[in-house]
């Protein structure tokens, strides 16, 4: 059962432009909802974060919008680089018993290219 | 500030066998999770330790265990080894805290013959 769906699967974008990744997931449970970056042979790093009682959180080049009652949230990367390419996951948690248990999509594959 | 260190980084192993995999959390974390990563797929939560505890368990069976010591690291034992045991296996480490960002390793690559 996949809770949280991602898409697209893969993503091509030039370099400078606006790279979008989307996300919705079903359970109203979840109350924390963090975006990784990982690249070949590395673990996932955290890129941003956001709480549902916040509509939007921008870092840098990247921005989080969130839309509670439809429950989706994306990812907005701004001036995308070639160093951006890599695979994002979002991800989603529930706090039980001591700690934040993740659930996370199904990963895109972004491109950036000169 | 070191953050989540793995040992090893790459094993090799034949069916049949058990593994154990090694994990120090990041400096002032005491919550610890393990997820199993296959190739092109996103993590895959496991289990998760807290206060030398396990809390919370995903869809694994019991071949899958592990152990948190009283410093916070925590070990990953899987018994029985399978082919589709190949995967990289990830430990990300957090506060107690509701809403708190968890820290991941770079993990380990373990291979079944």
Known sequence: QQQVKQSPQSLIVQKGGISIINCAYENTAFDYFPWYQQFP???PALLIAIRPDVSEKKEGRFTISFNKSAKQFSLHIMDSQPGDSATYFCAATVFTGG???LTFGTGTQLKVEL | DAGVTQSPTHLIKTRGQQVTLRCSPKSGHDTVSWYQ???GQGPQFIFQYYEEEERQRGNFPDR???HQFPNYSSE???NALL???SALYLCASSPSRRNQPQHFG???R???L
Do not use: C, P
Request: no cysteine.
């Open chain 2, 110 to 112: 373990l291979s079944i």
């Open chain 2, 37 to 39: 990563q296959a190739l």
């Open chain 2, 106 to 108: 770079d993990g380990t």
């Open chain 1, 41 to 43: 042979g590395k673990g």
């Open chain 2, 76 to 78: 990953l034992n899987v």
């Open chain 2, 83 to 85: 082919l589709g045991d």
């Open chain 1, 99 to 101: 700690g934040n248990k």
């Open chain 2, 64 to 66: 899958f265990s592990g």
